[in-house]
């Protein structure tokens, strides 16, 4: 606090002037003092202001700093989000598989800031992973690293066999690196650090493997690992999603072999064709890397001959392969029977002979396989030829035989044709041979009718004039004898008759001539000219049907007595014929029944045909042509009737016609 001095001075005016200089000296130092005290304190404060402004400076330049980094991590999480979901989005979009394997390494390459990246995939047949997509590397490394091994000791088949992510960060101190051909490759393409992860299905299948690689000693921090194992997940997906499409495709495709290969089978074509369908579908489900062909074993011949599947020069260097149990490939499988498998020619002490023939045609790999018939014997063999060392995997092995199995349907089916086109070609030269014959006998048959004919004549003219001849003089014996002479030639002139008619009806020369006539007549007139011909029988009438018809008289009154006779010749024991007749609509209808010996069921349909006749114990002892119902059917059919039979054997039959009431036209 300042003391004011000088105003107590003005107030004392008792006080001298010295004393009040005195005073105010006091007062003015006290005053210089209470100002140093103020100098004082603002130059601390001055300082203290200088330092805090220093310190807040820093924090400001420090906050800049964070914040900065903030805003760049923020600028990296965010260019690294759309990253992610650019490829999210790629892999819903993109159809071409190489450009999505092409987005994922390249986001992989960026998210973990790597200078080279690659994608494989893991095969289970050959147990090892192969190379999908790269970059950064050279060109001799990625040809080294097209397939890796589980057995191969590199990081890759590390992290495959122990199905975990293996990092290395300075190749040149990994101690199973030291000496391998991997390290050589890594330093060729200037990799000093390497990390590789496993790509692990959902249900945890090994599918595949990403791997990064830095030029410098490097170990990726956990944020990079994070967004990897985002990359990771969506690279198995989409391998995952890729096997299962690669797998429908080749169901489809197995689906599409095997129905080709039976189309190819009962299409009918010809042989080479059929086979050349079955080769193609060998060549479709192997890509492309196998060739195929077929052979077989001609009629006379001991050896294998090329039927279709390779060059024209190829079937003659093979022409004639030796079939037997020294042979080898297709000649050895047809000889077993069984499948012979030659997964590397050069490897097989038993292709020696034939090396230099396999490697002038470019085959490594032979398999060979007997083609058999469904009633076992062997009609071929299917070779299959692939131009590097291969082994028949089980989907091919099971193609091969479903190929086998077709080409036997189809050279089965060629041979069955070849033999039916041979019996075929028998037949009708047989055909040819028994028309001749037939015309040679029905010209014998029409000849010999006409030459019998005239001289017939004659005996049955004769025979009248003897019969009346002893009629008179009363000579009953020699009339007897006349009159059953009368009755044979009567016979013959019915049986030459009916030679000729088979000659007609062969010819189509029958002619009907048309008439109005009572039918109950025409029907009486036969059955009391065929009673007076037989003792044991009795011919009985039930005639319903009292009219006229227009038809041919004489020619129905031929199937009337036809058919009366074959009653009684099949009934030797003789007994009742019956002859009825009705109406049926516009028909009628007559029938001839007797109780004889019967006709089997299955001679129904044939007893009507030319020289037919049933064959039992009983029939082969009776005459006859086997003409008589033939000629029936040909005149009952001209009047556009029906003819039938009924029968039981042992029991007897009815034979039967229908005719037309109304006029029918003249033929």
Same mark, same amino acid.
């Given at each position: ?8 001075? =003005? ?69 690294? %989000? ?35 990246? +690659?994608?494989?995939?893991? +095969? ?47 190749? =040149? ?95 009918? @074509? ?7 369908? @079955? ?39 093979? +022409? ?17 029977? =069984? ?42 063999? @299917? ?65 010999? %009718? ?7 004549? %004659? ?55 048309? %008439? ?24 009985? @009438? ?38 009825? +007749? ?86």
């Amino acid at each position: 606090m300042i003391d004011n001095a000088p105003a107590r001075a =003005e107030k004392s005016p008792n006080l001298s002037l010295k004393e009040r200089i005195k005073t105010l000296e006091k007062a003015n130092q006290e005053l210089l003092n209470e100002l140093n005290q103020l100098q004082h304190k603002k130059i601390y404060y001055e300082s203290q202001l200088a330092l805090y402004e220093k310190l807040h400076q820093k924090d400001k330049e420090e906050l800049k700093s964070v914040q900065a980094n903030l805003d760049k991590r923020m600028a990296d999480e965010l260019a690294d %989000s759309k990253l992610l979901q650019q490829v999210s989005g790629k892999l819903i979009e993109e159809e071409n598989v190489e450009r999505l394997y092409g987005q994922i390494i390249d986001t992989a390459k960026a998210v973990m800031h790597s200078d080279a990246v +690659s994608m494989q995939v893991y +095969s289970s047949e050959k147990r090892a992973l192969n190379l999908l997509a790269w970059k950064g590397f050279h060109p001799y490394s990625a040809k080294y690293w097209e397939w890796v091994k589980m057995i191969d000791g590199s990081i890759c088949a590390i992290a495959m066999t122990e199905h975990k992510r293996i990092i290395v960060q300075d190749i =040149e101190a990994c101690d199973f690196l030291l000496g391998t051909e991997d390290l050589l490759s890594y330093r060729l393409s200037g990799i000093r650090s390497v990390q590789s992860t496993p790509l692990i299905s959902r249900s945890g299948e090994l599918l595949g493997m990403i791997s990064n690689h830095w030029k410098k000693v490097h170990q990726p921090s956990e944020r990079d690992f994070a967004l990897l194992d985002v990359i990771n997940r969506q690279a198995a997906d989409l391998l995952e999603r890729v096997r299962a499409q690669t797998a429908l495709r080749e169901k489809k495709s197995w689906l599409n072999g095997q129905k080709e290969a039976f189309q190819a089978a009962m299409s009918g @074509l010809p042989l080479t064709v059929s086979l050349k369908a @079955l080769v193609d579908t060998v060549v479709a489900q192997t890509n492309g890397a196998a060739r195929a062909a077929f052979y077989q074993v001609p009629p006379g011949s001991a050896g294998l001959y090329h039927i279709v599947g390779m060059s024209d020069e190829y079937a003659r260097d093979i +022409s004639g392969f030796k079939v037997g149990p020294e042979s080898l490939a297709c000649g050895l499988a047809m000889y077993k029977g =069984e499948p012979v498998i030659s997964p590397d020619i050069e490897e097989d002490p038993r292709w020696e002979p034939l090396r230099p023939l396999a490697r002038k045609y470019n085959c490594r790999a032979c398999w060979s396989f007997p083609v058999r018939t469904k009633d076992g014997p062997i009609v071929g063999t @299917l070779g299959i030829y692939f131009s590097e060392p291969r082994k028949p995997l089980k989907k091919e092995l099971e193609l091969a035989g479903i190929l086998a199995h077709a080409a036997a349907i189809i050279i089965s089916r060629d041979q069955e044709l070849m033999e039916r086109t041979q019996a075929e070609e028998a037949l009708r030269e047989n055909e040819k041979k028994l028309k001749m014959l037939v015309h040679l006998r029905d010209e014998f048959i029409g000849n010999a %009718s006409h030459e019998l004919n005239t001289p017939l004549t %004659s005996m049955m003219i004769y025979t009248q004039i003897l019969e009346q001849h002893f009629q008179k003089i009363e000579n009953t014996a020699h009339g007897k004898m006349i009159q059953k002479l009368r009755q044979q030639v009567e016979r013959l002139h019915l049986l030459i008759r009916d030679m000729l008619d088979t000659t007609r009806l062969a010819e189509g020369k029958m002619v009907m001539v048309l %008439s109005h006539f009572d039918l109950t007549r025409l029907i009486q007139e036969k059955a009391e000219e065929m009673q007076q011909d037989t003792k044991n029988h009795k011919i009985v @009438l039930q005639l319903n049907y009292n009219g006229e018809i227009a038809a041919d008289e004489e020619r129905i009154g031929q199937v009337i007595t036809n058919l009366i006779s074959n009653a009684i010749k099949y009934s030797p024991l003789g007994g009742e014929i019956v002859l009825s +007749s009705e109406i049926k609509g516009n028909f009628v209808k007559v029938c001839v029944t007797d109780y004889g010996i019967g006709i089997p069921a299955e001679a129904f349909d044939r007893i009507f045909e030319r020289f037919y006749r049933v064959q039992s114990n009983e029939a082969g002892t009776f005459p006859g042509m086997g003409i008589g119902l033939a000629i029936c059917k040909y005149i009952i059919d001209m009047h556009q009737g029906k003819i039938a039979v009924e029968s039981k054997e042992g029991i007897g039959s009815t034979l039967s016609f229908t005719l037309p009431i109304n006029t029918v036209e003249s033929k």
